[in-house]
């Protein structure tokens, strides 16, 4: 399902970032393997990496998902968990003699896409995501979960550098529907007054 989310991710870049940018950079998933950008990434590069996954506790219902079968017969389903996949969004350019120049105008770009989409347009949806409902929200450019990026890209052995946080939120649905009876019939009883 996050695969398949990073794939929406890539579809939704490569039909809306201006076509000289996509011909020109690479659009990657890896996370660190003690340095960053990931060697294995083609230069330049605009990265999500995928550093937080977490039940969305906001969005949480207890309502129950009631679907009317034949024969007089229901299923009933839990509803889906939704959950908030935060990535960190970093550009990487090639030797060039200005490589922040061009990593910003990379995240520039990226950013333009992606505050245009407060919800990621269905008729891009990949694989599981297809047919999601409700559909997934975006939070682009909100405070992140990471307690520090200094000391994050500390950790990481490298220099600080301008990046955007992007949090998408999916459903997850770990449940099996159940089937029950149709309820037809109501029994109602009266209790007599006994006070006149």
């Known amino acids: 399902m996050i695969d398949d989310l990073d794939k ?6 490569k039909r809306e970032l201006p076509p000289s940018l996509v011909s020109q950079v690479t659009i990657s998933f890896a996370a660190p ?15 999500f990496f995928l550093y937080d996954v977490r039940e969305n506790r906001d969005l949480r219902t207890n309502e129950w998902v009631v679907e009317r079968q034949g024969m007089g017969a229901v299923t009933r389903k839990r509803a889906p968990v939704r959950v908030d ?3 960190l969004i970093t550009a990487w350019s090639s030797s060039t003699p200005n490589p922040s120049q061009d990593e910003h105008r990379v995240l520039g770009e990226v950013m333009r896409v992606l505050l245009r989409h407060p919800t990621i347009p269905a008729p891009l949806l990949q694989g599981s995501l297809r047919g ?17 990026l200094g000391e994050f890209w ?41 006070e006149q």
């Open 33 to 47: 393997d003690g340095q960053f950008p990931p060697q294995s990434v083609t230069l330049p590069a605009v990265n």
């Open 85 to 87: 996949c935060a990535y």
């Open 154 to 194: 500390q950790a990481l052995g490298g220099k600080p550098r301008a990046a955007l946080s992007y949090t998408v939120t999916i459903s997850v649905d770990p449940y099996e529907a159940e089937q029950a009876p149709v309820v037809l019939e109501r029994e109602l009883r009266l209790k007599p007054d006994t």
């Open 8 to 13: 929406t991710i890539e579809t939704l870049l």
């Open 132 to 148: 999601q409902e409700p559909s997934l929200p975006t939070s682009s450019l909100q405070a992140n979960n990471l307690q520090s």
